[in-house]
């Protein structure tokens, strides 16, 4: 594993835990599926902003 991907995937991880306020060894499929779900949801909710965002520049130029 190159280290910059092993460096996020232990991010990563480490964000799942503090989410779960327990070991990441103890979540269940309901964790992760939730998990997902938020991650979906922020990703989405961030990138729509941008767009709203880049549109409200453009037009007030």
Sequence with gaps: ????TQHDYVRQVRAFAASLRRSPDEATAEDVAASRFTSAS????????????????????
């Design 1 to 4: 594993m190159r280290s910059r």
């Design 42 to 61: 922020t990703v989405w909710r961030v990138h729509h902003q941008r767009l709203c965002i880049g549109v409200a520049v453009r037009s007030s130029m």
